[in-house]
């Protein structure tokens, strides 16, 4: 691991927890090293960690990153990137319940970087999931990617109540797949091997 990657910082200070902490608990959030800034966790699991993007494009904007240091998607193994497959349809359909509620017209990107020349800031590699709500009743889209448009810094109480509305999301996601499709999420898959 790089000396100051902060999202190593991140996986660092914020262990994996169980599903039956990423209900309404906000404690999954704090961070144990006061030096670093919060991160709001969504999900944090023994490979793969969610969080809330501290400079976001939009409301609800998700990073979602391998908790082990790997630079580039191609530097990844095969069982980390199924494990982090798994997860980004599940996080998709909370982030925008949570974002968008009940209107069927839900619109995002997931994206991820691969260097600077790419326009990857942090050189961990992760994916955004970035909610496209409608800017004006024209019902045009907001366009601002990366390096372009305006970027402003997460309000404290913002990414509070969003990544807890999110773990309150995700426990249901996951009792619905549970339920609906019989896959067991609490069970981790990828302890098949090292990862």
């Not at 992760?126 to 889209?141: A, E, W, Y």
């Not at 907001?142 to 305006?150: E, I, L, N, T």
Request: aromatic share 6%; glycine share 8%; net charge negative.
């Amino acid at each position: 691991m790089p000396e100051r990657c902060a999202f190593c910082n991140i996986a660092a200070t914020n262990p994996p927890a169980s599903f039956s902490e990423h209900g309404p608990k906000t404690d999954i959030s704090a961070s144990a090293d006061a030096s670093e800034p919060t991160a709001f966790m969504i999900l944090s699991t023994e490979h793969v960690m969610a969080f809330m993007d501290i400079m976001p494009l939009t409301r609800g904007h998700v990073l979602v990153a391998p908790r082990r240091h790997y630079e580039k998607l191609g530097d990844m193994g095969v069982l980390v990137g199924q494990e982090i497959g798994k997860w980004l349809p599940i996080l998709s359909r909370v982030v925008n319940k949570v974002v968008f509620g009940e209107d069927p017209d839900r619109h995002w990107n997931v994206v991820q970087n691969n260097g600077a020349r790419a326009a990857q800031v942090v050189p961990h590699v992760h994916f955004h999931i970035i909610p496209r709500p409608v800017t004006d009743g024209l019902h045009k889209p907001g366009f601002a990617m990366f390096g372009r448009g305006q970027r402003s810094e997460l309000d404290d109480e913002e990414g509070e109540e969003l990544s807890l509305a999110m773990r309150v999301e995700m426990v249901e996601e996951i009792q619905r797949i549970q339920r609906e499709e019989g896959i067991d999420l609490s069970i981790d898959s990828t302890d098949r091997g090292k990862l």
